[in-house]
């Protein structure tokens, strides 16, 4: 679906802003920010012009550049920049003083061991006392939170063995593992959740 010649996705339409309402108190002092995953851009483009104190960095997979520099090109902000090739597997961090991470609807994309490879990379290369925040579905203790849930993850599962929804308990003990303390657990629209961790000192 494209919405004048970009990638439009409704789900970042319609969560931007109970997200960016929580995002922005605890990006007040960070300077750059990874996002990890950038996928149509849509949250990039909304979310930095509103935050000019902080660099706002994007990537994802090569494929999906194009598309991200669409809404850059269509909402420029000079704290903005453009995509750099990001596979959590595969390729390293970027060569940058990092403070925050943001990532949003990827876990349940990720396979389980690209999960864990996300979590290492953050811990490894995050400044201390960084933040690290995640949005996405959750379960709590092997139980879906919605009936919505349950039949998304089966979807999920049915088109790829390796995605589903991950559960809290499992994705907090790889940010336990790499020092990153849990600071808030945000119950979003749609059956969300925003998780929100520090990098210890």
Not at 72 to 91: D, K
Not at 120 to 129: E, G, I, K, Y
Not at 167 to 172: C, T, V
Not at 180 to 194: F, G, K, Q, S, V
Request: net charge negative; charged share 15%; hydrophobic share 40%.
């Amino acid at each position: 679906m494209t919405f004048r010649d970009k990638p439009f996705s409704q789900a970042c339409e319609n969560n931007k802003a109970p997200i960016f309402a929580l995002l922005a108190p605890v990006l007040q002092d960070k300077t750059h920010l990874l996002e990890i995953g950038s996928g149509t851009g849509q949250h990039a483009a909304w979310f930095a012009p509103q935050l000019p104190h902080l660099i706002w960095q994007t990537s994802d997979l090569s494929e999906n550049h194009a598309g991200i520099l669409r809404w850059l090109e269509a909402y420029p902000s000079t704290n903005l920049r453009a995509p750099i090739e990001l596979n959590v597997a595969q390729t390293g961090w970027p060569d940058a003083t990092i403070d925050a991470v943001y990532t949003a609807n990827t876990a349940h994309i990720m396979a389980w061991q690209e999960v864990q490879a996300m979590f290492q990379l953050v811990s490894s290369n995050l400044s201390a006392n960084g933040i690290f925040c995640l949005y996405g579905p959750m379960k709590y203790a092997g139980e879906h939170s919605s009936e919505s849930n349950r039949i998304f993850d089966l979807r999920l599962r049915e088109g790829f063995a390796h995605r589903g929804i991950r559960d809290f308990h499992e994705i907090n003990q790889l940010a336990l593992d790499g020092d990153l303390i849990l600071l808030d657990d945000h119950a979003m629209p749609a059956n969300n959740r925003l998780l929100i961790w520090q990098k210890s000192t």
